[in-house]
């Protein structure tokens, strides 16, 4: 056994998102968001679920602080519903919407628990939607509006803000590969979209910070090395265009660069983008986006391993693909590869410099059921998350200036295009009766916390 320390101030937490936790969905004046819609689109959840009920965590937010407060955990990241703030995206404030994150922030700090709160985890009001949503430049207006009012109302006792979570997810998965809401199907309007959102963060973080004296205010990206499957040249551009359309695209302008060159002249010879290139861009935009932050934000799952469809023997296999068939996979198919956040944070940190990392997600998906005694004994979570500690705690001692860690999830949820067939909680969820059950990685991560250190075999 050997003992991984952490620094004093380490911030170790829990992650979750308002559709995926909040259910009441249709009260207090909640407008219509793009995941309503898409949710009850036949075809689009795979278990034909949604979010109406979810976790009920809108009706059961002191319960779920109690059991946060009996884990020891001393930190929160959740996300605010844009469509219960602005119902019509813009303009008429909801002040029942504000009140209900009030009262979870009151109720958090007198818990001893720090809010850290995303602005935009993805539940975009349809009604903007129905404008064209992120593909038009005044959504990016819009998202700026929400920021202020929320940053007005929550900045006297929030001091942790995250604009976005994962505009990879919220532009390319959703407008071009059309797994997530809205749905679409379409490169340009995905990269138009993918500006936008980048564009809305920079409007953001200045309002954010007028708001909230003294707050930390960052982004947070979903970040993967992407790895060639062969030493081949094909496979290394492969490999090279997968970290530059997922990576270096959010990254680069996020901090003070353009665009990677590489990939719009990748997007320019698919068709994806005009001649002319990005023309959503504006004169000064650059500048907007690259707004100096206080954190980068980074959500670690796995590792992208990339064959060329150029390598001939390739041709009958998916474009992705793993290597290393002996390792562990998780429920969702991902590959277990600890390894990838150390070079992921290692990268991040030498590429691009930010002042502070937090991870604000990773975690995996385990069905474990409670057992007779009612017991969740969910061995391979709990390994899972060991092992990525300590890979975290490799990178720090190599200097990567990492704060804090946010296990994903607090408890079961609404897993997006999965429906409710993914566990990725530390807390089971009986979604018939709302019991809410802590498993063995929940009680192993209060003695985490508690000793500020993780024991390795
Ligand atoms: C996070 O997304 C979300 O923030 C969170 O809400 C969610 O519940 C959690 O993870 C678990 O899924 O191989 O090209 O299809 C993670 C999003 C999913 C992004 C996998 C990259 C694979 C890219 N990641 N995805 S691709």
Redesign the pocket.
Known sequence: MTTLRFPTEFVWGVAT?SY?IEGAALEDGRGESIWDRFSKTPGKVRDGTNGDVACDHYHRFREDIALMKGLGIRHYRFSVAWPRILPEGRGKVNQAGLDFYSRLVDALLEAGIEPFVTLY?WDLPQVLQDEGGWAKRSTAEAFAEYAGVVAKSLGNRVKKWITH??P??ASI?SHH?GIHAPGLKDYRTALAASHHLLLSHGLAVPLIRAASPGAEVGITL?L?PSEPASPSAADHDAARHFDGHFNRWFLDPLFGRRYPVDIIADYVAAGHLPPEGLTVVQPGDFETIAVKCDFLGI?Y?NR?VLRSDKVPEAQNEPR?VFLAPEKEWTE?G?EVHPNGLRDTLLRVHLDYRPRKIYVT?NGASYSTPPGADGRVKDEQRLAFLREHFAAAHRAMEAGVPLAGYFV??LMDNF??DRGYSQR?GIVWVDYKTQQRIPKDSALWYRGVIAENAVQVP
């Open positions: 998102s995926q985890h979570n994962e990879w997810c998965l590969l979903n993967t959500n799952y992208t992705q969702m991902w997600e994903w999830s897993e997006w990725f």
